[in-house]
């Protein structure tokens, strides 16, 4: 029997080739049972025309099947189904209606689901004022460069790179210009042993808290911070002291006793974008030396330092490695990469290693070697250079329009980053102005989530201008004042 | 100043084209700070014929520096470094010597580290006989399509997939492929609030442990088992309990009272391919069901099948949402992808998705969309298909090679695989055998780290034929069984 041409249809808005999408049609039939071996397929000029595609794609796609032995092709008589095709299994399927009997709320609960992420639309692109944080910019992203790394990263000479398993080790290539090109421009010296590739900052954070804390322990966090950071502390059961930062960050004076360790964002604080100056950075290491807690240093976003050269990380001035130093390649290249690092003592990292293998062995060999790839063919710091001048223009337009509106800037940072923090009048509810701005194409993000449980005031927030264009601005921070001035009349009347 | 040719020199063996080298060295050289903004670059004329390439290969390579605001061209005058290309930053960078003063041991020991995990050397490859497991052929993998679907993936369409973090969600292609087209040959119907990615089985294994087990909760393994399993329980705390298994593997009669859990591999037992009968399954989910345990299933090796069709996974005979279904792409693709998925009732799986958010966030976007489309356009099920038929075959020349030298299999399984589960005489130490053997190029993996502590009998030894070529089999087996009676015959002696 032979299957005729009107079996196949043409999807519009398919991505991808001609050929890619007859060579699915046929794989999929075939898969499903719907075209069995032995069947004959239409000729490809019989297909060619019913689909309204030159003959030549047809053929061609059918030459790709006959590779995956889908087909076969007996010489002039055309193309059949192969015998020996790949096929679903031959047992009866049949859905039966299931219900959970199983006590979820007991067993679980939400231990795991209750803590609070910053909420951004799936589909913010769409939004004609996206003040979003953390997300690629098209427009200023070196989409074609990456892709001729990870190309490259594909070809047959990285085959074991992209294939293996590692366990315990990582991309050499990758560890030896972290350490000989990154590091040292944070003032870090560090050997192999004592670097570990994580799935992105966040990751870090969370094997730092898991080998050094437990149910109970305690950690200082900076308030407001980082609020991954307080989901990982709450979901380990970890008692979380918040402490108050200003506008030269973190006070060491404020850290409370007894602490196990504490948690700071030095070249960059997040949210309010304040750096740590060197007075607060040796008085914070001396009271760890002398109170023997450890400090985690996520150094957050020191490649946008635009206005000043970046300052030495934290880790650079830690004599009794008491430092455990977090980067991220997530805010210099993009979040979806998921690739970050962790340098600490040899001792910490061997552990670090030990756990990060045995909960999900290592990031894939091919991330890592397209990031090697683009480091060090320079494309990396190219990127930086080019996203640092992009921001500064962008910086200077934010500082202007949210002058001119008359909006309060709680925190802008001396050196760079990609946001302001701003204060709304404390009667303000921000996550509700997010909803209405929302309806207008604004999006901002409210800052009640960076807080701490309790202490949160709800009229904070944070504009980002990583994502969206210099020219949309003004416009944007205009609807910005506009709604503030509305909400204040609401609250009058 | 101008900077002579002779600065520049090619490296031998360099990963990549000339041009590609040509921008590296430019690149590195303004980072590094050896070439100074202002300074002038050779003509391309000069640099082609020192470094004996072509001039069009320097243009290029110059062309692209100046995109990358490493050079300005200054019209015909030539290529100088650009006054505001990237730089390492300014501060003086020494090296101080620091003693870590940390008392690691106190704070972490080897809490994470004391497991065992099977070795492998790095260069396996390089050995002339390699029975190791589970890592890709590349005489296999169907590397060409693989790239052309990763190509796709690296697209314009594709760039907020590529770029994203998604926090709590998945590629929506990858989930509704795995939904309608891998599990439903598993015989489970799933929606897609029920289905996780993981970075790999072990991961998934990871997430199921830490949401359901704690310090001192009892959790029951099959004996001998997947060591990176007994890696996870160790490192939770949690009190394991070993239940033997025999050709069908787990006996439901054995499972001790009192579990929280179970953890099994009912598709194919490692490490002794066993495949549990349908009386065993209904058993031990009945057993499920009136003590009110939980179901891990490792659908491990199900597509390994060509010696009878797959049975159904334990999953689909689940009515009560007790089975935790755990699949991996790394056997069937490769280890280094670092893929899988957990099935489970969605209260379950809320929680496994802001667990791994709060600890890696998500799979990276790229690598999902481009298994997306290897599995949406048939190469996945070809490529199975290619494997199996090669593991027949291999199969059959290891076992007449292991029959013809009288060495004793001790599991092999009814459905097919990629290994032999192996006993050597009561005496013989594998562990010590294996060194003897990988001497001589031939690469076994000692049985010892599936066992439960303790139990543990140091005899038996795992043959895997997924990365051994054909014609090497019985060479290799003739190598093993001599060295076996040389071990014997020291004994003796």
Redesign the interface.
Known sequence: MSIPAEAFFLTPGF??TLQ?QI??M???G??RGRFRPGEKLPSSRGLAEHLGVSRITVTLAYTE?V????LTARGRSGYYVSD???M????E?E??P?????D??R??G??????E?IARP?DW?SYAYPFIY???D?TL???QN??QC???A?G??????????????DDPMLIEYIMR?IL??R?I?ARPEEILLT??A??AL?LASE??LGQGSRAAVENPCYP?LR??LG?IGAEVLPVEVDADGLLPEAVPEGIEAIFTTPSHHCPTNATMPIGRRTALLERA?REDF?VIEDDYEFEMSFLK????ALK?L?????VIHVGSF?KSL?????LGYLVA?E??I??????R???????????QRTVA?FL????Y??L???LN?AYKRRRTVMDEAIRTHGLEIAGQGAFGGSSFWMRAPAAVDTGLLAVDLRAKGVLIEPGRAFFAPGTAPRNYYRLAYSSISQNRIPEGIALIAEALRETGANQVA
């Not at 590779?67 to 889908?70: E, I, M, P, T, V």
């Open positions: 991505n991808g890619q060579q699915q046929v794989a999929e075939i898969l099947l590779s995956g032995d889908y020996t095709a790949p679903q299994p031959g047992f399927f859905e039966r299931h219900r959970d009997t199983v979820w709320e067993i679980v939400r231990r795991f689901s209750r803590h992420l799936v692109q953390g997300q690629a098209a992203f070196d989409h990456w892709r990870a190309l490259r594909l047959k000479r990285d085959f074991e790179v992209l294939t293996a398993d590692f366990y315990e080790r090109s040292p421009r003032g010296s799935m992105g966040q990751n969370w080998i050094l991954g989901a990982i979901q030396g450890l050269p970046a300052a030495p650079s830690d004599r009794e490695g008491r997530s993009f979040p979806g990469l998921r003592s001792a910490f061997r552990e670090a290693r030990a756990l293998a045995a909960m999900l062995r290592h990031t894939p060999g091919h991330i790839y060090s063919l320079g494309h710091d190219a930086i250079n080019r001048q």
